[in-house]
């Protein structure tokens, strides 16, 4: 936050609201940062001299006759292979200590890549759980949230799929993750020995809400130069991007902007999937994934942040506690991977579509009966064979403490089929049965 | 003299300009950020302040950066060689820029202004020609592009000279009107029109009378779509919009195809760019590609040429339109382009209607739609733009500003639910909730008597009536439970699980299964028909369901078979016998 030399300095503050301040200025660009009493702001209006700053740690203490500096530039991330290892704050300045990255400064939440020059994603990622690898595969390039109530263990899944995801560089972009949460992504990476391939750009709840609308910008800045400049496979983690909704609500709300849905601003799809989109997989063989968790009150997939995310992002994990056999699981229904047909059969065994598809339908008859169970009704030995079915399916494939190869999920699917179900009734191709039926 | 100006304000994408001279609603101008420059549109006047939405972030903008008005509304060009192409919202070629990223400003030409075209003239000196009227054609691709008199050109005239055949650049003057009072008019190949305003070139707009087939069971059979007929597929996340829309994309009998991509993903767009040029038409045997023009503006580009995407994808259709071409504009998604105008009428601190949309996005919304349509030209010939948008209600809610005024505007309905799409039933199109107005055009049940067979509409309905009894009857087994209900509500149920597992249900993943010619659906939907008329004996309901599920196993076996193989007549026959073993 260097101000350079002969620069103006302003004494003279309009207005202060909470987020904001007003102030006669000239020459100044949009988007432009500066320091106003020491804290850092950005330019978000400007209208003839009159210039409105959005103060990131929010605006306590400040006077109308506070210093204003303009930086000249928007805000900018030094990059260079010292990123790797190091944690930073929502400034890309580096935290606990260490010396500042020298590198070149790049401007954050820069141009998007042309779609004409993208690549198909076609490389699986492979995470161990069944949950994702045989029902809802994952790709370089793609872009996926966890979507889970606040309870539940969304951190430690994300973790686990990033250390098993073989990725050159993992990029951890924390907003308003507790210190708790932090604390432990540093130490599972840790004991992983994975630290020099983790950069970490971390807002905790105990820094102002507003700064975190910087964090996936900078983690992303960083993200492209190890994908764009050094062909990486670069694995970007969001947590959470519902506090990052939040935080766009709270500075459109101050901007007097009229809100649209829950309260959110107009522009929330427009706002998540410039985010969302950076996910690429390029032509030099570098990508970007995202993986993001957006946090869900009560499973309500209706509230404009998850049902805005759903439509940009590629499909969504539904996490759900599944009652019947004590265990989180990645609900079958509603979690979908759009990309995974780029992949499944192809890099996989043959049978996995259809495989895949037979367990949900099966899975969603044992549904069914259950209902029925519920409603006092018999249940035929269909429905009884059904209901052993989903016990077994939840507990050897869905739960999140699986950790297979996929070739072993699709032949433990099979086991199952053969064990409760006639071959009619799994009603599969009948050249993959002649093939794969476990007798 | 130009207009020019000096930026006063800047709130996001919004640059209020102060003008020195006269300034158009809906103008053009460039916005000079240093050394780049950037378009924008005139979106409100007040005063000397013009208020511009930018296409392009005005990051580094600063008060008193220099503007220019160009006079002109956003056009789009029009001239041979826009078929193949991969443009952004404003038309600028994709495949032309060099750089990886999309930098600020780039503009790039929509057509090859040095490429030469074989010209053949087909009007003569001395023809009474107007807007719209053939001149000559050019071979683009396998389409016979005609050169035609430039839209914006009101009025008669008379041809007073036409080139020879032979070989010219688009902006090569081809030939020369003459108005009544004997001035003169070059024409070239290229022509501009505004994107905002519709192509009213043509004689009559009649009602449409013929179906498009799409290849698509839950559509063609079901709720087909008219051949310059409107259509919208509302549905939720997940809910399958986009796959739909790709396999239409792919197998509709139409001669070209615009897509829109409005605010979706790239990945989406990706996959658009790597296929269709592999994929073959399966109509004509051309590759999909060169008939297809893709528009696209992903989620992540400007906002404002968002809203411009759909309108430019419009306005090409309706060009290709007026040369006797059967053409489908698809736009995925509208709501995206609603959103867009959100955010503007945001920013400019309107009032809002419901939802913090616009208030007149009702009207916005079918003033578009009506766009589209079947067209007799001023030569006799006809040409047609379908339009098939979706929209992405909000949570699902189809009780929603963008989904209820399309569908005051459009005339098919594809309801795409949520339950079918969680237990896999793809295309999850709600068959009791959707509908097809057409199916109640007396010109497109004599179509359909023709082209299928006589009655084919009643079939249709006795098929929509089977489905509703089924669902009534499963109610009732949910209601009183299984051994609550006679038997014959099982077979009613089943029999309708017949028709959207062998009918609705189509696996758009399989190679062959994927595109249903009509044919092939009319044996299949009367095969069912016939079963679904039988009447069965079963001992119990258990008995029910086993018969049901195995004749719908066989069922699949045969969608799945190659169309006529030996595998197919040979599930044929053992349905047959399946079916007659059962039966009373």
């Known amino acids: ?439 | 003299m130009k207009t020019t100006g000096r930026v006063n304000g800047i709130i996001s994408n919004i640059v209020i300009v102060k003008a020195d001279g006269a300034v158009g609603q809906n103008e053009i101008c460039h916005v000079y950020c240093d050394d780049t420059k950037m378009m924008a549109e005139v979106i409100k006047v007040v005063g000397d302040d013009a208020y511009v939405q930018v296409f392009d972030s005005t990051r580094g903008l600063k008060i008193g950066d220099k503007v220019e008005f160009e006079g002109h509304m956003l056009e789009a060009t029009l001239a041979p060689g826009l078929l193949s192409r991969n443009y952004d919202g404003l038309q600028n070629d994709l495949a032309k820029m060099d750089s990886l990223f999309i930098e600020r400003g780039s503009i790039t030409d929509p057509v090859d202004f040095d490429r030469k075209w074989e010209f053949k003239p087909l009007a003569k000196v001395g023809d009474k020609v107007s807007a719209g009227s053939w001149l000559g054609e050019v071979q683009e691709q396998w389409v016979a592009h005609k050169i035609m008199v430039p839209f914006v050109m009101t009025g008669k005239y008379t041809v007073k000279s036409i080139v020879e055949a032979g070989e010219y650049t688009v902006n090569k003057t081809v030939a020369v009107l003459a108005d009544a009072d004997g001035g003169e008019h070059p024409v070239t190949m290229v022509q501009r029109w505004p994107v905002k305003q519709a192509i009213r070139c043509y004689a009559e707009k009649p009602r449409p009378s013929r179906v498009m087939e799409t290849g698509v069971r839950a559509i063609d059979t079901f709720n087909p779509l008219a051949e310059g007929g409107t259509g919208f597929i509302p549905g939720p996340f997940g809910a399958g919009k986009t796959v739909l829309q790709h396999a239409i994309s792919k197998q509709a009998d139409a001669d070209i195809i615009i897509m829109i991509a409005c605010g979706e993903r790239a990945n989406e767009v990706v996959e658009i760019f790597k296929e269709f040029p592999e994929l073959v038409d399966p109509h004509t045997g051309h590759k999909l590609m060169e008939r297809t023009i893709i528009i696209c503006n992903t989620s992540n580009m400007p906002v404002a040429a968002r809203e411009a995407s759909v309108y430019t994808g419009m306005t090409i259709g309706e060009y290709y339109r007026s040369m006797g071409l059967k053409v489908l504009v698809m736009a995925d998604s509208t709501s995206r382009w609603a959103q867009a105008l959100r955010e503007m009428s945001n920013r400019l601190e309107e009032l809002p209607g419901q939802d913090a949309f616009p208030m007149d996005l009702s009207a916005i919304i079918s003033n578009f739609y009506s766009r589209a349509g079947l067209v007799k030209l001023n030569n006799g010939q006809t040409g047609s733009v379908t339009f098939l948008g979706t929209v992405s209600p909000a949570g699902g809610n189809l009780k929603e500003p963008v989904t209820e005024s399309t569908k005051k505007a459009a005339r098919c309905f594809y309801a795409l639910s949520q339950n079918r799409a969680d237990s896999k039933r793809y295309p999850a199109i709600d068959p009791l909730e959707s509908y097809s107005k057409y199916l109640e055009y007396p010109e497109v049940e004599e179509y359909l008597g023709e082209k299928i067979e006589k009655d084919w509409v009643s079939l249709v309905y006795r098929g929509k009536t089977i489905v509703q009894r089924g669902k009534e009857a499963n109610d009732q087994i949910n209601i009183l439970g299984d051994d609550g209900v006679p038997v014959e509500y099982h077979e009613r149920f089943w029999k309708s699980e017949l028709i959207d597992f062998v009918v609705l249900q189509q696996d758009a993943f399989d190679d062959i299964d994927a595109n249903c010619p009509m044919e092939r659906q009319q044996m299949m939907y009367k095969m069912v028909l016939g079963i679904c008329d039988r009447s069965f004996d079963f001992a119990d309901f258990e008995a029910c369901s086993k018969f049901f599920k195995g004749l719908i196993n066989l069922f699949r076996q045969m969608n799945y078979s190659e169309w006529k193989s030996e595998k197919f007549y040979d599930y044929q026959r053992q349905i047959e016998k399946y079916v007659s073993e059962q039966s009373k």
């Open chain 1, 1 to 439: 936050m260097t101000t350079r030399a002969f620069q103006k300095i302003y004494t003279k503050i309009d207005n202060i609201t909470k987020a904001t301040v007003t102030l006669r200025a000239t020459g100044v660009g949009n988007d432009e940062l500066a320091t106003v009493g020491g804290k850092l702001a950005q330019v978000v209006k400007i209208m003839g001299d009159s210039v409105t700053l959005q103060v990131f740690a929010g605006t306590e203490g400040l006077a109308t006759d506070s210093e204003v500096v303009f930086h000249g530039e928007p805000p900018k991330l030094k990059v260079s292979d010292n990123l790797a290892g190091r944690f930073f704050n929502a400034y890309g300045e580096p935290i606990e200590g260490g010396e500042p990255i020298e590198g070149e400064a790049r401007e954050i939440g820069g141009p998007t890549v042309n779609p004409y020059k993208r690549i198909q994603p076609s490389e699986l990622i492979a995470t161990g759980i069944a949950g994702i690898d045989l029902n809802n595969t994952i790709v370089t390039g793609q872009k996926i949230p966890f979507f889970a109530d606040p309870d539940q263990p969304y951190n430690t899944v994300m973790a686990n799929v990033a250390l098993r995801a073989k990725a050159d560089k993992i990029i951890l972009g924390g907003m308003g993750l507790t210190n708790d949460d932090f604390l432990y992504f540093k130490q599972v990476f840790e004991n992983a020995g994975a630290l020099d391939r983790i950069v970490s750009f971390v807002n905790t709840t105990e820094n102002p809400p507003v700064e975190r609308l910087l964090v996936p910008d900078m983690a992303l800045t960083a993200a492209e130069y190890f994908a764009v400049d050094k062909g990486e496979k670069v694995l970007v983690l969001l947590t959470d991007m519902t506090l990052y909704a939040d935080a766009l609500a709270i500075v459109s709300n101050r901007m007097d902007q009229i809100p649209s849905k829950d309260s959110m601003p107009g522009s929330l799809y427009s706002d998540l999937a410039k985010i969302y989109e950076k996910a690429v997989q390029l032509p030099n063989g570098g990508s970007i994934t995202i993986i993001a968790v957006t946090t869900l009150s009560g499973g309500d997939i209706t509230h404009a942040v998850p049902d805005n995310t759903g439509y940009i992002t590629e499909g969504q994990l539904f996490l759900r506690n599944d009652s019947d056999t004590g265990k989180v699981i990645i609900d079958p229904f509603r979690s979908l991977s759009r990309l995974k047909q780029l992949v499944i059969g192809k890099k996989t065994r043959e049978d996995h579509p259809q495989v895949m598809n037979a367990c949900v339908r099966l899975y969603a008859d044992a549904a069914n009966a259950k209902t029925k169970l519920e409603n006092g009704f018999d249940l035929s030995d269909y429905d009884e064979r059904a209901l052993k079915f989903a016990r077994d399916y939840s507990e050897k494939l869905l739960a999140i403490d699986i950790n297979i190869g996929i070739t072993e999920m699709l032949d433990t699917a099979w086991t199952l089929f053969a064990k409760y179900f006639t071959k009619e009734e799994v009603a599969i191709k009948a050249d993959l049965i002649a093939k794969y039926w476990k007798e």
